[in-house]
């Protein structure tokens, strides 16, 4: 069975432009986070789909940063316009069960705004 | 991959030996306490979690111990490999939001 798979792997853009990243989930899997480590600290979570709906985004820095999950499978998370300090791995993970301590998270995109 | 951070505190251990991990939670009303591997250009990755009115839970080779008293968590690891070579974080979840708090981050390395 595939993981959680993310894409890009790697995005390096210009500030002001806009940058989409993709995350499929496990199929099956309900639940749906992003979570992103900027400069080497620590893993902060951004939001947290269930299915299409969104349970909890009160991690989201701003409005620049916008995140989907049309039909409750694959999500986006877009940001425009991108600023320096975006800059950072941004993980996804997905689960089955409501309340799991154990998410299963894809390999990350390594977000640079120059 | 992702680049481990300059400024975590790092662990170097001769392989074979025991680890100890530790982390200092904030959050006296989280439900869990969990540890997560990361491995270089990978995701982190669930190794084993306890719940806050336990002190402590053994899996394959890694114990963790919770001291609620002075909010400390730890992670034994047993027999340390070289494959156990990444950082480490500890992190909380409230049962009612469902979200991990991760805190930082501990490098592993083991030298053969």
């Known amino acids: 069975e595939a993981g959680v798979t993310q894409f890009p792997s790697h995005s390096v853009i210009e500030k002001g432009q806009t940058v989409t990243l993709r995350c499929d989930p496990i199929s099956g899997h309900d639940n749906l986070y992003w979570y992103r480590r900027v400069m080497g600290k620590e893993i902060k979570f951004l939001l947290h789909?269930?299915?299409?709906?969104?349970?909890?985004e009160s991690g989201m820095p701003n409005n620049r940063f916008l995140a989907e999950r049309t039909g409750g499978t694959y999500s986006t998370l877009k940001v425009q316009p991108a600023e320096l300090e975006d800059s950072g791995v941004y993980f996804c993970?997905?689960?089955?069960?409501?309340?799991?301590?154990?998410?299963?998270f894809g390999q990350g995109t390594r977000l640079t705004v120059v | 991959g992702e680049s481990v951070g300059l400024h975590l505190p790092t662990l170097s251990v001769q392989e074979g030996d025991n680890s100890i991990i530790n982390c200092a939670y904030s959050n006296s009303a989280s439900d869990y306490f969990i540890w997560y591997k990361q491995e270089s250009g990978k995701g982190p990755q669930f190794i084993i979690d306890?719940?806050?009115?336990?002190d402590k839970r053994q899996g394959q080779r890694v114990t963790v111990l919770l001291n609620k008293t002075v909010k400390h968590l730890s992670l034994q690891i047993a027999a340390t490999q070289p494959g156990d070579s990444a950082v480490y974080f500890c992190a909380e979840m409230k049962a009612s939001s469902y979200k991990l708090i991760f805190g930082s981050g501990t490098r592993l390395l083991v030298r053969p």
């Open positions: 789909f269930v299915k299409e709906s969104k349970q909890d």
């Open positions: 993970a997905s689960s089955q069960v409501l309340g799991n301590t154990e998410a299963f």
């Open positions: 306890i719940r806050s009115n336990m």
